[in-house]
């Protein structure tokens, strides 16, 4: 059985009085048994969010960790080892703004994942597909190149450690969700990629889905047989709502 995860990707959103807000807010929900939940602000809150949570079942990570892993002249970066050494247990890897925006490459990306393990950090490693690559019927080819990529350099037991999101571009912050049966498409191709090198692996490993999902969305997606949990943006920065999405996890 593998265990859903949760986690609350809050993006370049925050202000220390409303971080602690939040704080406050995740503080005082009923959060379910069997689900692992995470919370992913700013870098520069996260010392803030890793006290204030101190005690509540939520684990702390990063949205983004440099390619060397120790600290060192990377000016303006943050290492992975740093990132441990402030309560971090994961790091995102590759969401789509970063590759998108910031033009992080999948060569790129691989280093930052291997930071990440070597510090003992789980990295979320986030794959998906822009609309102009889906209406082109190219979605599970972009996948698999970006999923190859990192399996190629690491090895396919570098994912008994790790997790991937799922997150078609298309539908991130856009209010569009893939149905269902298109997230479950891809989550079975993921899984069947990394069969083809383990099965032990594939059976373990956590697909979490992201883009738009909502309390009233997350049962449904959540469950799909390959979707092991969400990487939610928007809905995070709301204790309740969150607090509502895990529960339908
Ligand atoms: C995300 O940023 O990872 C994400 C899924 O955003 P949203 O839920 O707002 O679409």
């Not at 370049?12 to 807010?25: D, N, P, Q, W, Y």
């Not at 995102?92 to 930071?115: C, Y």
Request: contains cysteine.
């Amino acid at each position: 059985m593998r265990r859903p995860l949760v986690a609350g990707n809050w993006k370049m959103h925050g202000t220390r009085a409303s971080v602690a807000e939040l704080i406050k807010g995740l503080r005082q929900l009923a959060l379910p048994v069997g689900v692992e939940i995470a919370v992913m602000p700013p870098s520069l809150y996260l010392h803030q969010v890793v006290m204030g949570l101190e005690g509540k079942a939520i684990a702390v990570g990063a949205q983004n960790c440099a390619v060397e892993p120790m600290q060192g002249a990377l000016t303006g970066e943050i290492a992975a080892s740093q990132l441990a050494d402030a309560g971090c247990s994961m790091v995102l890897i590759g969401h789509s703004e970063r590759r998108q925006v910031l033009g992080e490459t999948d060569a790129m990306l691989t280093r930052k994942f291997a930071a990440a393990q070597s510090c003992g950090l789980m990295p979320v490693l986030c794959v998906g597909e822009t609309l102009e690559q889906r209406e082109a019927g190219l979605t599970l080819e972009v996948v698999a190149r970006q999923l190859g990529s990192v399996i190629e350099q690491m090895g396919v037991g570098a994912f008994s450690r790790a997790v991937v999101a799922y997150e078609p571009v298309w539908a991130i912050g856009t209010g569009l969700t893939a149905s269902p049966e298109q997230a479950q498409e891809v989550h079975a191709a993921i899984r069947a990629q990394l069969r083809a090198e383990s099965a032990e692996v594939a059976r373990g490993v956590r697909i979490l889905y992201g883009g738009s999902v909502k309390a009233a969305n997350a049962v449904e997606l959540f469950g799909m047989a390959d979707i092991d949990g969400g990487l939610i943006g928007g809905a995070s920065l709301n204790a309740e709502e969150f607090g509502a999405i895990c529960r339908a996890a």
